[in-house]
């Protein structure tokens, strides 16, 4: 493996564009980050076919002419994370089907990682889910108390739901909520994705705010055995100061939905 030339380069607080574009210029080149406190203020850059001065350098000069063109801080980091997936990227060899479930399938996939270590990796397939928070008119979360029978006992949720084949995100939302709440939502929020087990799953959460609550009718599959509770949003997140809530849609979506109304005027 080359040497690791080190580099400083200007803060990426300060001046995120030019880290994105660096990414985004050169697929030949590595690079890592050093965190001092909150701050990111190195690269590292392992040369291939080209020296890393003459890459920076026009690195500098598209960071320069993209903020004359108003390019913006959000957009670098978008920029960034696409091309960091991209070049992290792992060779798949081959894969070999273990079992098929009622909702997922478990896959043995054989890689070659970014670092040149070949691997067997088991990997859970799922076809995604949308989870949603419920806000009354009065501040309360519409919240289920729901039994798992993987970690044995009743566990504290909001309302979420598998993707059936074909629908989107939003449609299975808007669906789960009317059959494990009983509510309908005239307004719809998307708050954010998360990935619950990145080491083994490739399923990806839709987390969604609802308001504008009207009753609906309530349709829960077999193996949901589950009451609904209000419970106000800052009982909520007291809850999970005292570990009362664990489950991790459920706390992401209660801190998101917390967050966003800490914004309002």
């Known amino acids: 493996m080359e040497q690791l030339q080190h580099v400083l380069v200007e803060d990426i607080r300060k001046n995120p564009e030019l880290i994105a574009r660096l990414l ?36 500098k000069d598209e960071h320069m002419r993209l903020k004359e063109k108003g390019y913006t801080r959000e957009q670098a980091f978008k920029d960034f994370e696409e091309a960091r997936e991209e070049m992290m990227a792992a060779t798949v060899n081959y894969r ?54 993987a970690v044995g006992g009743y566990i ?14 939003l ?5 789960e909520l009317i059959e494990e ?23 990806r959460i839709h987390i969604f705010l609802a308001s504008g609550l009207s009753p609906a009718e309530q349709h829960l599959d077999a193996d949901e ?21 664990q489950d991790a849609k459920t706390l992401c979506g209660l801190l998101m939905t917390a967050r966003r109304r800490a914004s309002e005027p």
């Open 171 to 175: 449609t299975c939302a808007k669906r």
């Open 24 to 59: 985004l210029e050169e697929r030949d080149v590595s690079i890592l980050f050093e965190k001092r406190g909150d701050e990111v203020r190195y690269a590292y850059l392992k040369p291939k076919n080209k020296e890393s001065v003459e890459i920076l350098q026009r690195a």
């Open 96 to 149: 070999q089907h273990r079992h098929t479930g009622r909702v997922f399938t478990l896959e043995t996939e054989n890689v070659t990682l970014d670092n040149g270590v070949t691997i067997d990796i088991d990997v859970i397939r799922h076809p995604g889910a949308s989870a949603i928070v419920p806000l009354t008119g009065t501040g309360d979360v519409m919240m289920i108390e729901q039994y798992r029978h």
């Open 225 to 245: 055995v589950l009451q609904v509770h209000e419970i106000p949003l800052e009982d909520a997140l007291a809850m999970i100061d005292r570990g009362e809530i």
């Open 156 to 169: 504290w949720e909001i309302p979420a739901g598998t993707l059936d084949p074909g629908e989107t995100p």
């Open 181 to 203: 709440a009983g509510v309908s939502a005239a307004e719809w929020h998307k708050l954010g994705e998360i990935v619950p087990a990145p080491g083994y799953a490739d399923e």
